[in-house]
């Protein structure tokens, strides 16, 4: 006789583990389904940053979202390490978005006043005081936005602890089991198919990441969503050129832990290939060396592509659906997974107990639910 | 406007390459679609033995059939060579199939007797005689059953190299590419779908290894295929310690060029997990070590295992959809995937020609086709 | 114009990068010289175990040496982490030292009783409270030593973190540079040449591991030293299966981050040879899983080998060479070198700093002091 | 009681094994020590390509060593597949060094000139007719020189064939074995120390590589050599976007097994440190992309280094010690290693045999011999 399961989670990258971890904080009986192994493509691929103030736009509703994950960061290091005996390497020493000319230090300038107004720190430094934080950057940069509490984890161990301290409180994991169906009575969501294997649940949620629009289809709706691949790179340095991640127009420049650093990413959508093509790797190049002269000197280490999931309109897709009752979303998250897989699991876990409030991230905002094409 | 194909095929391994290379020679215009990158898994995982003689039984119809692709392999790694410039390692020395005991030793012999009948080289070497061709075996081989015709090729290489002639021959290749959908229209096929694109051919081969199932469960038939895991392991020797591939009940040891040496391969049912255990290595090291005690100084390279797909009674499904015109099937090689490849990949090409005879491959046949549980 | 260094390093493994990171503390300007990449060969193969207690026998004048390493620890994580960004994984669970028989669960009582009188913590588990607190163990295990005060780091990341404070505050490294000679001028040490260039200092320290000895053969001494080859082995579990590291007369297996375990290590004496064989994995495996059966699931990870250098009496040589002032030796450690390198680095600096008191390591002890052959 | 060797050979890389397979043919008995693992290093970093027309200027003496040497790849081929099983993946489809300038044509255009007066095969090929050739090259070719002789080789694969054929002829290999001391008996060698051991025998050849140099400055000679690092990258495409090896004034790009291609090298002079540096790559990558664009599109997979041994006049050292009978030298090959090995074997093995007629690379030729600074 099977187990019957509270929650199913489709998918066991950084969104899905941290939904199972939050809900199985809360004694929910969690069953993770992962197609490949736990923790790779687009959760193992990211540099990790947590650009709350970064990355996020200033009229966007992902922004207090984020900054809400961010937060979340320190004490849920501590809890990790605990459970699953991994250190995520949270390194808040900020992030700084650095102008290449005078209108990119207008619009910076002008963020630093919004963010200030907005109670968050965030300081226009001049070249000068760029150059006296970290003297490695290039004459190329005039000035840059200093966001003192953005930082960065590890992202594959981020993604590893979150499985495993759900595993430690309970979870169980499938690996390598590909669901072949979501079952539905009544339009109710009653477990999935995995080859000859039935699983019964309560919920389901999709956390599959730039994979989820397939496994939605089947249910009648197409969710406007789009693989997105970033290409990356490491060297190492013997002695710590920056402290704080750059980021520019072009890409970022992170500074991990021991003098190893990651440069990403590009953006090229509409593909699941998984390969780093040489145009890719060569624009990273030629910017990184351009902003930080140093990194010519730097020793190669390797280099890699995840796909991610984005959106029409830029916005994650976390609710439940239309529908089928019982059967949740959480996908969407672009170049965010990292930044904001410890808030959608906490929003994940409120939903399914009934608790969430209102939040721009429904499944069913207009325009981008439309019928699936079969 | 999209191209037009003569046959989509879905599945970028040895199966669906080997067609792809075959129905290119005949000018058909073809697409290979496959989910992840070309010539991996099973078609990479493979030790590349071409056990026509050790591997299929005297009463099996798989026996000339093996015989007939074993027989093709000399002229199309001459052909390979030319078209793709890669060399797949055709290696024509043998294989022995050891006995550990009289009753194994009494049933080689009786193999032998029945595969001279059919007028197939095989000899029976006693003790001695296995010793003074093979001197590093150990004193638990009783005799054992020389096939000299039996060979092995570099598995990887093959895959590539069919891969890569069909390529040069016109065919199309999309890789990281997962078909969402077969496409029908009046009970016969019109393409596939792969995400938002629809590819459109006349006919369409399924040549997904162990995945195959899951493909064709949407159109009704259920194939009783299941996945085996296979573990295996290489070392390397600085000089020679064996001239055949060695073959007993516990699995085999087959020599690659340059000193290394395939071990493999475990038998693990029911599972799509391609990590390696423990228990499959120790196994696998046990057996390996009692019949080649030399092989305890030999250096470790790595461990690694594929899937591949077994059937209910043992052979392989070749053959058109008994309900949908136009979509064939390849697949349920199991352990013969390499060897078997050459005569699919013909036999496949003269379906679509509408030139194939009668064989017991048949997908209809009785009892293994069923209806799909959907 | 040369800088003059107060201290040349010979060896950038553990070691070295402890007595630079100790003597750059004290601001002494240091150079080290690697011949190949720092953090390499045994201190990077090592498990990391802090067996202070658990490895060093009552008699040896290495135990109280050993238990103020051991103590040096937790203060040097905080400080490494500060200093270069890297947590070494100081993990304080406890090793249990199993018994498989009636004769060494009394050897281990022994051990308890000693270890209690000396006032370190040392306590005698029965089988069944052994289960209790490792419930995988199996019924071969009868009891165990459990020392909750010897622990572990990672290896590579105390390697490395060495190297890199070292480097924050001042040391110089060079790598991929050999050593040639070491120059010397009235019976005192001047500098080291490596290849066309000579680097000058007050101070040499040969830190080489094993391949200390060949670098002083041309002083005019032949310290009794010899590789050992240590074999290891390191496995995957998704959930964690032990939490203390568990020691047997046949190896031992230690839990690391995040469900990884590391199980080691072979002793092969005389050899240099780095590659793993058959015959160490097998028998590491067959102890393994002899102890711990849960193992047979564990995911494969990978396989490597270190060279230790043991000496003659067990104990490490440490102290200035007899007829040339200023040159000092380092090396020996053997099987410990991750737990004493924090005493070590220290020690040396000591020494160099002329402030070290008796102690029983030095190199002209009584009869591995001899002649060099040359 | 040790066994007395006839010539002991120091360096296991593709020049030592060159040696060993050719005095193994004559039936001396050979022992090949070497102090890693055998065919690393620059043997291993080559790419392979057997340049004897496109390297080697029309004056120098290398240019009938280097022909010579290339003829005799095509039955060498075939020796080492039978005797080692390996397939050095010889081709033999030419090089083209194409001009980006009016200078750099008019230059090619004199050296084919007088490649035709020598009787070598080279063509001029206008810009049109590169193009017909080779339809991937850019607009920035403005014509280039064909070299249709001109071939390559896998050199991984014909290092490896050719330790493997010696070991099968007889010859004994010690790896991870350093050479301590050559040891001499009244001016004349008798053998080699490594570590305790000592091996006897009449003749040792120094065939080190870069590290050449310092193993012979014991004997009282100091070589005029260098290390040279050159980077290297590859990568992959589905289809062969290239026939022959292209090669310009910034490098060059070679076809090599399967749609694999290998760019290389940087020259970076007096360093043996094997890392890639990301301004190695960068440099590298500008000019391929530059010449094919199609290029940008290809699938990377890997970058590495090797450090290969340039003498001060740009001749290798190839002959026998000038005071100590019985010792030779065979290094400063450059980056002809690969295209040299085979006549280098033979050479050496004529010295050796008392057969070798005179020849422009001796050993102490002036100015480039002079006395050792110990």
């Known amino acids: 006789m099977k187990k019957h399961y509270d929650v199913i989670i489709v998918g066991g990258g950084v969104i899905g583990s941290s939904i199972a971890f939050y809900l199985s ?3 929910y009986h969690v069953l993770v389904v992962e197609k490949e192994a736990l923790a790779q493509k687009a959760s193992r691929a990211a540099a990790g940053m947590l650009g709350a103030q970064n990355e996020i736009g200033e009229n966007s509703p992902l922004l207090p979202f984020a900054l809400k994950s961010r937060a979340m960061f320190p004490a849920l290091a501590e809890e990790l390490q605990f459970l699953s005996n991994i250190n995520i390497e949270l390194i808040q020493s900020g992030i700084i978005k650095v102008a290449q000319s005078e209108e ?10 919004f963010q200030e107004r907005l109670g968050e720190k965030a300081e226009w430094l001049t070249t000068m005081q760029v150059k006296e934080r970290e003297p490695e950057l290039s004459e190329v940069v005039q000035g840059g936005l200093y966001l003192p509490n953005d930082g960065q984890v590890s992202a594959p161990l981020l993604s590893k602890a979150l499985a495993q301290s759900a595993a430690a409180l309970g979870a169980d994991f499938l690996e390598y089991t590909e669901v072949q169906e979501l079952i539905q009575e009544n339009n109710r969501i009653s477990g ?18 730039a994979w989820s629009k397939q496994i939605l289809e089947r249910t009648g709706i197409s969710l406007e969503t789009y693989p997105v691949k970033g290409e990356c790179f490491s060297v190492n340095t013997h002695k710590r050129i920056i402290t704080s991640s ?9 500074p991990k832990s021991g003098g190893r650093l990651i440069i990403g990413a590009t953006e090229k959508p509409d593909t699941f290939d998984e390969s780093v093509q040489l145009d890719g790797l060569y624009s990273l190049m030629t910017q ?3 902003i930080i002269p140093a990194l010519k000197n730097a020793k190669w280490e390797k280099a890699w592509a995840g796909i ?24 969407g998250h672009y170049r965010n997974g990292i930044l904001l897989a410890p808030v959608t699991g906490l929003l994940m876990a409120d939903m399914i107990d009934g608790k969430a409030g209102d939040h721009p991230f429904s499944i069913n905002r207009i325009p981008y639910m439309k019928e699936a094409n079969i």
């Not at 750059?246 to 992170?254: A, E, K, L, P, T």
């Not at 897709?317 to 019982?326: F, S």
């Open 308 to 331: 991610r999931p984005q959106t029409g309109d830029g916005l994650p897709y976390l609710g439940e659906h239309p529908h089928v009752a019982g059967l949740f979303v959480a996908t």
């Open 104 to 113: 990119e230090a207008a619009h910076l300038r002008a963020i630093a006043s």
């Open 288 to 290: 990184a060396v351009n």
């Open 192 to 209: 999935v198919r995995t080859g000859t294997d039935i699983h019964l649940a309560d919920h389901v949620v999709i956390a599959g990441g």
């Open 246 to 254: 750059i980021f520019s127009s072009g890409g970022y420049i992170v």
């Open 25 to 27: 904080k809360r004694n």
